[in-house]
């Protein structure tokens, strides 16, 4: 039986069941004396770590907010575009566009080929100029409005 470290005491309920109750437990969590240390290192300067966390939080919430506000304008120009190009159902594909760019990478190919089908529908040349848009849209994206809201 893999016994806990003497800075590793059994007072925590999770080190007390990796490393007194489970067979080679060190290996869970890798070196022990590194666990350890870090786990001192919290105790002995909690501001710095509460102030750390504060940071992160703030750091990844300003890019979850700023992703929605993205996905929300490609979303609502969107559906300006599709209302005045007569495509059918263009508030199901705005919102449709909107989730669909809250993934990163491929969401305006994939919502660009959405609505573009359902464009075709209507004639050849809106499907072209429903093209235009998304490109248009993908590029000022990428080099305006992102770089704006997410500092």
Not at 4 to 29: C, E, K, M, R, Y
Not at 100 to 105: G, S
Not at 119 to 139: E, K, N, Q
Request: net charge neutral.
């Amino acid at each position: 039986m893999c016994r806990a470290p003497v800075f590793l005491s059994g007072t925590d309920p999770l080190n007390a069941l990796i490393f007194q109750h489970l067979p080679h437990g060190g290996f869970l969590l890798g070196n022990a004396a590194v666990v350890g240390q870090l786990q001192f290192q919290v105790a002995a300067r909690p501001t710095r770590a509460i102030l750390l966390g504060d940071e992160i939080f703030a750091k990844v919430g300003g890019y979850v907010l700023g992703n929605l506000l993205t996905s929300l304008i490609a979303g609502s120009l969107t559906w300006i575009f599709l209302v005045i190009t007569g495509v059918p159902y263009p508030l199901l594909l705005g919102i449709f566009v909107a989730i669909v760019d809250l993934l990163p990478v491929i969401d305006s190919v994939i919502a660009g080929v959405v609505v573009c089908l359902v464009a075709l529908s209507v004639s050849l040349p809106v499907c072209l100029a429903t093209i235009g848009f998304f490109i248009v849209y993908r590029l000022a994206e990428s080099y305006l409005i992102v770089p704006r809201i997410i500092e």
